[in-house]
């Protein structure tokens, strides 16, 4: 060898690509809106920021490292076990914790076939090996789930909903996929966009972790709580997980500035019933406009859609993807996902959501 070579599996990792950013803020004197990363209208709350200001002056000074204060405010919020919770850079670093602690060479990880890319990474991060179970109507099918486990499988990463089709799977399918596991394998149930649900045969979780060993629930502090730019979630699981993956975590993996403001955006429950309140109106609104342009919209429960346009190759979803930013409205091509069909459109604020329909009743009319 004449230079260091990764072990097997890495370079079988596509890295991640994120949506599009605006490259400005104004196109053609009207706003432009970033509507592909699923980033809340409505900012983070003002006590949140209020928090960073007053941490200012102390950054110097390392954060506490096991998060206690965070996690006892998650506790409280949620009315959980702080000893069961523990925090990280973003849910993504909890999932990726969790790979690494239970999968290993010759180990497999099963996901759905249109669940998050962050899957495939942290199993053949691992060194493990990726299985696929097909989904249904582009949702995830507990049965094909199941058909995937056998001995070598050591984790099902399942996200609910999903990103980025919107599509969830209720409490009693949960169930039924948890309490038919073997009892080796570790359910992770990603449940980021969690608080937009307004269904009432969903839960995010908590409840069968509560009740299981087996089974742990992801959550995310970038979504409905606004505070993407901090990197900030966290996991609630069994004794036996937690400890083990603050056997293995980074000292410090939670700097004290995204700590304050978790606390501090927890406490505001104003804001965060705004966020939701206007979500329930413009989900729908967003959902029912579209298709009436005759696009089809998979049903969501998150904070996002996902629009099919009509084509086989995805030209025509390149060519909407290319006609809405040109407009100031920055959607996500979600072809890495096998959804070339498809763009990813997140719920803005009113003028983005009139824009983006307006926009796209003029590209459907074609040329004039």
């Keep these: 060898m004449t230079r260091p070579v990764p072990r097997a599996g890495v370079m079988q990792i596509d890295a991640y690509t994120p949506g599009k950013s605006a490259a400005a803020k104004v196109l053609n004197g009207a706003r432009v809106y970033k509507l592909s990363a699923n980033e809340t209208p409505l900012g983070p709350s003002p006590r949140a920021v209020e928090a960073l200001r007053e941490l200012a002056p102390h950054i110097a000074d390392y954060p506490e490292g096991s998060s206690r204060l965070l996690r006892e405010a998650i506790g409280a919020r949620y009315g959980l076990d702080p000893a069961r919770i523990v925090a990280g850079a973003g849910s993504d670093q909890i999932l990726e914790l969790l790979a690494l602690a239970y999968v290993g060479p010759g180990d497999e990880g099963v996901y759905s076939q249109y669940g998050f ?34 001995d070598n499988t050591k984790i099902i990463f399942l996200a609910n909903p999903n990103n980025p089709t919107g599509t969830y799977l209720p409490t009693k399918e949960i169930a039924r996929l948890a309490n038919t596991l073997p009892p080796h394998v570790l359910l992770v149930l990603d449940a980021a966009y969690a608080e937009y649900v307004r269904a009432e045969d969903y839960e995010a979780g908590a409840a069968l972790v509560a009740a299981r060993e087996n089974v742990v629930m992801t959550r995310t502090f970038s979504k409905i709580y606004g505070l993407a730019g901090l990197r900030l979630g966290w996991g609630y699981g069994p004794r036996h997980v937690i400890e083990t993956l603050d056997r293995i975590r980074s000292p410090f993996n939670v700097s004290s500035a995204a700590s304050v403001a978790g606390v501090a955006a927890l406490e505001d429950r104003a804001h965060i019933d705004a966020a939701v309140a206007h979500n329930a109106k413009w989900l729908p609104w967003l959902s029912q406009s579209i298709a009436a342009l005759g696009l089809e919209v998979l049903p969501s429960v998150g904070n996002f859609l996902a629009i099919r346009f009509p084509d086989q190759d995805g030209s025509r979803a390149a060519d909407a993807d290319k006609y809405l930013t040109e407009r100031g409205l920055i959607p996500r091509a979600i072809g890495a996902y096998g959804m070339p069909q498809f763009l990813r459109l997140t719920v803005g604020p009113r003028e983005a959501n009139e824009r983006v329909v307006d926009a796209l009743k003029d590209f459907m009319r074609g040329p004039r």
Aim: net charge negative; charged share 20%.
């Design 117 to 150: 890319l962050e899957y495939r990474i942290v199993i053949l991060a691992a060194g493990g090996t990726p299985k696929i179970a097909p989904e249904t109507n582009y949702t995830a099918n507990v049965d094909a789930l199941l058909e995937q486990v056998n």
